[in-house]
Every structure is written in C-alpha cells, then in structure tokens.
C-alpha cells in the first residue's frame, strides 16, 4: 500500500543551526502537506504544497516539493526553541482521496 | 478554518470499561476523522465518519470495539469499548474543511486515555 515515510526519525540540534526534514512517498501526490504537534498538543497544518518543484517560504521554514511530487523538504534556519515539536508530513490517498496518510515525524529538540 | 471541542481531555478508565468521547465542530463538515497517536507515534486513521452513513474504518480497527456516532455535520462520537492496557493513548477528532485532496486537517486537542 501507500507509504509515507520521513527521516531522520530525530534530530537533536543546538539553537541557532539550521534542520532539514525529508520525506517520500511511495506513490505521487496531488499535495503534500506539513504539520507541527508541539509536545502535549495536537498538530497543526503549516502549509500545502501542489505544484511540482514548488517552494513556500514561512519566515525561517522552507519547504520544498520535488520534481516527481514524490518527495518534500522542511527546512528551518536558526532554529529557536520555540521549534521543539514534532513535524510531521502528510499526502491524500492517491488511489480514493479518502483519508490523510501520515508519515511518521521527526522529532526536533533543540538545545539553548 | 474550523474550531474543534473534544472531550474528556484525558480520563484514567478501568480495564473492561468503555469510554465515549465527544468533538463538537463550530461548522459544518461533510467528512470527520478519528485518529489515535501512540506515544511518540505517528497518527493512525481508525475511521471517517461520514453523517447519515455507516463510518468506514481501517484496517485493524472494527466496529465492536470502536462505534462511532455521527447524528449531525458538527457533532461526532467515538466509543472505546472494553478498554484494555493496549487501548491507552491519545485520540484525536479532525476535520477537513474543503476537499480532501485539496483542504487541510484542523485536530481537536485530543483525549488522552489511560487504561489501568
């Protein structure tokens, strides 16, 4: 079936370096979007990529959508604290639109 | 955008207890979704409520163990039944506002249950 898979799984970083997140699908997606769920909380929706090699800027978060909508990037430079959390990657079920698939995070602390 | 309620916020459930938990949308939404997340876990789908029809679940997820109620476009149930240790976790209602493949997922703030 379809798969979402992102890496690295963690990553410890101290503040002011920069974090890159990769995710891939197994299959093309029509969109692929990014959540944040800080700990204790609930994810919430960052942003919404369609086009293919599209590139969104959010103050200090890139992200990225590759060529063959297969693959996607969050990048964020000089992390801060207020970064902490879990960013998790998310793309429709191509084959019904029915559900969200969900990759499994990345999990981010950064050291002050 | 939609504003999700969902209650409890947490609850402490003895084994072989069922527990029902509530989300309240502020609009109208064609389609819901009850996630559970594991901690440190991703989110796993259990099932889309529709209103008016049967909820579709997941694989490994039934209808015994997990009924869900959806009597109107802003209001849904999900029932953990016979609770058992494997069933702590954290369950978590969601919306699309808009299309599927096009809209993005607004959460509740989550029911973290814990099954002694």
């Known amino acids: 079936g379809q798969q979402v898979m992102q890496i690295p799984q963690y990553q410890h970083v101290q503040e002011g370096e920069d974090f890159t997140t990769y995710c891939n699908s197994s299959?093309?997606?029509?969109?692929i979007q990014w959540y944040k769920q800080r700990p204790g909380g609930h994810p919430v929706f960052l942003i919404q990529l369609v086009k293919s090699g599209e590139v969104k800027k959010q103050k200090r978060l890139t992200f990225q959508f590759g060529e063959a909508k297969k693959n996607s990037s969050l990048h964020i430079t000089a992390t801060q604290t207020t970064d902490v959390g879990t960013y998790f990657c998310?793309?429709?079920?191509?084959?019904?639109?029915?559900?969200?698939?969900f990759g499994p995070g990345t999990s981010l602390s950064v050291i002050p | 955008s939609a504003v999700i309620s969902q209650k409890p916020s947490r609850d402490i459930c003895q084994r072989g207890t069922s527990l029902t938990i509530q989300c309240q949308v502020d609009s109208q939404v064609t389609m819901m979704f009850w996630y559970r997340q594991q901690p440190g876990q991703s989110l796993t789908l259990i099932a889309t409520?529709?209103?008016?029809?049967?909820?579709?679940?997941e694989s490994g997820f039934v209808i015994d163990k997990f009924p869900i109620s959806r009597p109107n476009l802003t209001f849904s149930t999900l029932t953990v039944s016979n609770m058992s240790p494997e069933d702590s976790s954290i369950y978590l209602c969601s919306v699309v506002v808009g299309a599927l493949d096009t809209g993005e997922l607004f959460f509740g703030e989550g029911s973290r249950l814990t099954v002694l």
């Open positions: 998310a793309g429709p079920r191509w084959t019904s639109y029915d559900k969200v698939i």
């Open positions: 299959t093309t997606l029509s969109n």
């Open positions: 409520a529709n209103q008016g029809s049967e909820a579709t679940y």
